[in-house]
């Protein structure tokens, strides 16, 4: 029984030991889970924080982009009018220079057509002045050519007077009459010859009074060669020609003399 | 009394203390695992919820969001550098 006992006291004090041994390590295990779990709370914790503070933060990020784009959208819309305004001064600046240019252009056509015109009158002026001047030189010519001919003209005029003259100066009177004697018609004749050479002579040198004279004692030469019955009535019609002539040569001259002149 | 009746006695008690310290311990042991087992499953709830916690921060996608904040005031200041410009 002693033994039995002590036995069965070993037995239950090692069977209590081992209880207590398992007690110890349960414990131990206990408390190092309980640590675990400590640790792990903490980490939950701190994962809890982390993701307040990511939501915070996506929060605080989603409304400062939501700004932003509207921000964004504002300075687009600014833009644009900015742009539509610009675009707008911009053709209404073209508008302007355009109608400025073509009220320019339009000055400008006026003034060009304002001088053309000018141009065009001065041009005509000119025309006109030349075609008076081409028209004065052909008169002017004309005139010369009408002067040479009227010269030419009156100079042969007056070289047949002379020549008619000439032929006067011999007196055609020879029928004395039964009253006169010779010497009476050689007297008149020698006078006759001389007369005509002074009309001649006062004819071709311009000499009016000269050749009014000696035309006047021709013709009372041819009127006494005629006395008393009219014999020598060719005498007369000799006298007239050669007068005639003579007055021809006085004029020819006269006219000659002012033609001289006028060139 | 004798002296083996004093050590049976003894022994007796030794016995019946050993019995109920051993159980007192068991018990615990016991409790205690079960508290072990309860903590531990608590601590492995625990780092699901963190994982799933990690998860969701990933899905917040901050980074992004910075990113896009940033590609935005980029986008802002060559805008009013644009409207300063016409």
């Known amino acids: 029984m002693g033994a039995l006992l002590k036995l069965v006291a070993v037995l239950t004090i090692l069977w209590g030991g081992w209880m207590y041994f398992k007690n110890s390590s349960s414990e131990t295990e206990l408390r190092k889970v309980c640590n675990e779990f400590k640790v792990a709370r903490g980490e939950m914790e701190e994962a809890q924080t982390s993701y307040d503070a990511e939501v915070k933060k996506r929060d605080a990020l989603t409304m400062e982009i939501s700004v932003l784009q509207e921000q964004k959208q504002q300075l687009e819309e600014d833009i644009k009018t900015k742009n539509k305004e610009k675009g707008e001064r911009a053709a209404q600046d073209l508008r302007n220079r355009l109608s400025e240019k073509d009220a320019r252009e339009a000055k400008m056509a006026e003034e060009k057509a304002a001088r053309e015109a000018k141009m065009e009158e001065e041009r005509a002026a000119r025309e006109a002045e030349r075609q008076e001047r081409l028209a004065q030189e052909e008169a002017e010519r004309k005139a010369k050519w009408e002067a040479q001919r009227e010269s030419k003209d009156l100079e042969y005029k007056i070289e047949r007077a002379n020549k008619t003259l000439q032929l006067r100066l011999e007196c055609r009177a020879d029928r004395p009459d039964g009253v006169q004697d010779l010497g009476r018609i050689d007297g008149l004749k020698r006078r006759w010859s001389s007369n005509v050479r002074a009309c001649m002579k006062a004819a071709n040198n311009g000499n009016e009074k000269q050749l009014k004279s000696a035309t006047k004692a021709l013709e009372s030469i041819a009127d006494a060669l005629n006395r008393p019955n009219g014999q020598n009535a060719e005498c007369l019609s000799d006298a007239a020609e050669a007068i005639e002539a003579a007055k021809v040569i006085l004029k020819a001259k006269k006219r000659l003399k002012e033609l001289n002149q006028g060139r | ?86």
């Open chain 2, 1 to 86: 009394m004798d002296k083996e009746k004093i050590i049976n006695i003894f022994l007796i008690v030794v016995i019946l203390g050993a019995v109920f310290g051993g159980r007192y311990y068991y018990l615990q042991s016991t409790k205690a695992n079960s508290s072990i087992e309860n903590v531990q499953k608590k601590v492995e709830q625990i780092y699901e919820d963190i994982s799933e916690l990690e998860f969701k921060t990933n899905n917040l996608h901050t980074l992004q969001l910075s990113a896009e904040k940033s590609r935005l005031e980029r986008q802002l200041k060559q805008l009013k550098k644009q409207l300063d410009n016409i």
